[in-house]
């Protein structure tokens, strides 16, 4: 972009309407859309915009959708002169898809633009499941929920998706090796043509650290990591209240730490008879933290060792970006005797220990912060935001 300058009127207006519908907005975010409403004079001094200028902006914003005029309340107190114009922002407006991409379910949440929950739901699907297969779950999933929620597709404004693997810019699938035929997948391009709209693929690690900052256990902390923790475990971390992405989508792949000393593989670590388990048989892996609770010697030493990694995994992040809260989520944080031993061997390890905290969010994290993705989407178009949470740095 040249450098801007006060000569171009069609500039100004984008930025005074930019201005109003956010002070409209913000007026009116604390309580329910048809009860909250700011007068002219509310924005005036809200946005330091001359009253014509304000009133001719709202105008545009009604006939646009994303205002309405509030009418006065019949049988009120009626004061002498014209009764002053009240507007609300129009939440109802447009609408927002989170979806998680799992490898043992799909789930997808709905919202309007102010982020409030109008419904979600959840499909399983099975680990082996072919890409094709999986993603026609989506499809089926996004489907039920629009139409138990009476809601349009092309109110869609923004879509937000987590997914296994090292996710590119542009929706492509780097690497996964949690899903079949995940590797190298467009997810992005193949995504969009069931919507018409903005379709932001993340991983799903980082879209869980954005949501425990926006709605978890990591609200009101910048630097902040979130562990998913498994067999194979990732993280996504916030830097300063921005996603950490790395140059290429990998930030976060501590699963892949046990290669640099040749360590045994993921597979290997919980297992109690010499042969690995799949990473992805959960129930598998909690049949042996039962064993360990009930006295099984080889058992109690795989759940060891299994921990032992994980702090291994965790220390290696904490002690290169020095969070204030470590977030803990992830199937295994269902199981007993987690986050103790993470505190205290945290301690040990790392110069500065962390706040380690179990996710708020559990199941629904991916999903909530994939809806967080859209919603940043949305509030930069609509009210220039200059930085969010999600938003890319180009590369140099």
């Known amino acids: 972009m040249g450098r801007l300058t006060g000569g171009d009127p069609s500039l100004l207006r984008r930025i005074n309407s930019a201005v109003v519908l956010q002070a409209l907005r913000a007026a009116t975010a604390s309580a329910p859309p048809d009860a909250a409403s700011a007068?002219?004079?509310?924005?005036?001094?809200?946005?330091?915009?001359?009253?014509?200028?304000?009133?001719?902006?709202?105008?545009?914003?009604?006939?646009?959708g994303l205002a309405a005029e509030v009418p006065a309340e019949e049988g009120g107190v009626r004061r002498q002169g014209r009764p002053a114009r009240r507007f609300r922002f129009r939440a109802e407006a447009g609408h927002l898809l989170g979806i998680e991409i799992g490898a043992h379910r799909v789930a997808a949440l709905l919202s309007d633009l102010d982020g409030r929950a109008l419904g979600s739901t959840v499909r399983e699907v099975s680990e082996k499941a072919p890409a094709d297969e999986r993603l026609e779950r989506v499809r089926a999933a996004v489907a039920e929920l629009l139409r138990h929620a009476g809601v349009e597709r092309h109110s869609l404004r923004a879509v937000g998706v987590g997914s296994p693997g090292i996710v590119e810019a542009d929706g492509t699938v780097h690497l996964c090796t949690a899903l079949p035929g995940w590797t190298g997948l467009p997810l992005g391009e193949r995504l969009r043509r069931s919507f018409r709209c903005p379709v932001l693929?993340?991983?799903?690690?980082?879209?869980?650290?954005?949501?425990?900052?926006?709605?978890?256990?990591?609200?009101?902390?910048?630097?902040v990591v979130f562990v998913l923790a498994g067999l194979s475990p990732g993280a996504g971390s916030l830097i300063g209240g921005r996603l950490h992405r790395g140059y290429g989508g990998a930030a976060g792949e501590i699963g892949a730490l046990h290669l640099l000393g040749r360590e045994a593989s993921p597979e290997q670590v919980l297992s109690t008879t010499g042969e690995p388990l799949n990473p992805l048989d959960e129930a598998q892996v909690v049949r042996v933290f039962a064993l360990a609770r009930d006295g099984d010697a080889r058992a109690r030493?795989?759940?060891?060792?299994?921990?032992?990694?994980?702090?291994?995994?965790?220390?290696?992040?904490?002690?290169?970006?020095?969070?204030?809260?470590?977030?803990?989520?992830?199937?295994?944080t269902d199981l007993?005797?987690?986050?103790?031993?993470?505190?205290?061997?945290?301690?040990?390890?790392?110069?500065?220990?962390?706040?380690?905290?179990?996710s708020l969010l559990g199941e629904a994290a991916v999903t909530t912060g994939?809806?967080?993705?859209?919603?940043?989407?949305?509030?930069?178009?609509?009210?220039?935001?200059?930085?969010?949470?999600?938003?890319?740095?180009?590369?140099?």
């Open 336 to 358: 007993d005797g987690m986050l103790d031993p993470l505190r205290d061997e945290l301690a040990r390890y790392c110069l500065r220990p962390p706040q380690v905290a179990q």
């Open 39 to 64: 007068s002219l004079t509310d924005l005036t001094l809200a946005t330091g915009l001359s009253r014509p200028t304000v009133e001719g902006v709202v105008d545009g914003l009604i006939d646009s």
């Open 301 to 332: 030493a795989a759940v060891d060792r299994f921990i032992r990694r994980l702090v291994h995994d965790t220390a290696a992040l904490v002690l290169a970006l020095d969070p204030e809260v470590v977030v803990v989520g992830g199937w295994a």
């Open 201 to 223: 693929v993340e991983n799903d690690a980082n879209t869980a650290a954005v949501a425990e900052h926006w709605k978890g256990a990591a609200v009101g902390s910048d630097d």
């Open 370 to 396: 994939a809806l967080r993705l859209a919603l940043d989407h949305v509030e930069a178009e609509l009210f220039a935001v200059d930085s969010t949470v999600t938003a890319r740095r180009a590369r140099r």
